[in-house]
């Protein structure tokens, strides 16, 4: 089954402690992004990546990592987490960058303390 | 500054009915639109899309206006079915620019039975 796989769903964790949340697609797309979705904010675009070791900044990109070492994995690293990244995490892949609709995961929930 | 903005947070309709979702953009870049439905704990699942060459694309029960003109898109589901209650997320992307999809807020469709 075509998927984008996010791990972990759930996190509850403190200030300053590092985190990774892992992503991989087995569709073999090159594109894959992460996004944010807050409360009136809609979803918002943290980092992208057009291939593997090609990575850019999107929207809201500080207080993040990424990288992109092979095509199925996309990992977030929040090196020292805040409060102010508790958020809905999605990461998304698509084939191509031009007009391809993304699939999305199922999202990772975030709680920083 | 939202470029993307859907103005209405949540919108009850009954089943059987037409139900008309409305999509307004402010940046006359984006040239690729998109229509994602997202149910509770799950990622955004993509409806359907419509290039900026067309003002119409068609799908199901499903069909997406673009007026480039008013800057302003619609997606229309008829009949309206149980299973159609998600909220509804507009997206746009400029095809030469940078890369992700920039979110309206989403808006909530309810269908009443």
């Known amino acids: 089954e075509a998927q984008v796989t996010q791990n972990p769903r759930y996190l509850i964790t403190v200030t300053g402690k590092k985190l990774t949340v892992t992503c991989s697609q087995n569709m073999n797309h090159e594109y894959m992004s992460w996004y944010r979705q807050d409360p009136g904010l809609g979803l918002r675009q943290i980092y992208y990546s057009m291939n593997v070791e090609v990575t850019d900044k999107g929207d809201v990109p500080e207080g993040y990592k990424v990288s992109r070492k092979e095509k199925r994995n996309f990992p977030l690293i929040l090196e020292s987490p805040s409060p102010n990244q508790t958020s809905l995490y999605f990461c998304?892949?698509?084939?191509?960058?031009?007009?391809?609709?993304?699939?999305f995961g199922d999202g990772t929930r975030l709680s920083i303390l | 500054d939202q470029q993307v903005k859907q103005n209405s947070p949540s919108l009850s309709v009954q089943e059987g009915r037409i139900s008309i979702l409305n999509c307004d953009y402010t940046n006359s870049m984006f040239d690729y639109f998109l229509w994602y439905k997202k149910y509770p704990a799950e990622g955004p699942t993509f409806l359907i899309s419509?290039?900026?060459?067309?003002d119409k694309n068609e799908d199901g029960r499903f069909t997406v206006f673009l007026n480039k003109s008013a800057k302003h898109l619609s997606l229309h589901i008829v009949p309206s079915q149980p299973g159609d209650s998600a909220v509804y997320f507009c997206a746009a992307r400029t095809t030469g620019g940078a890369d992700g999809l920039t979110f309206g807020k989403g808006t909530h469709l309810i269908i009443q039975p």
């Open positions: 419509i290039s900026s060459i067309k």
């Open positions: 998304a892949s698509s084939l191509g960058r031009i007009n391809q609709p993304q699939h």
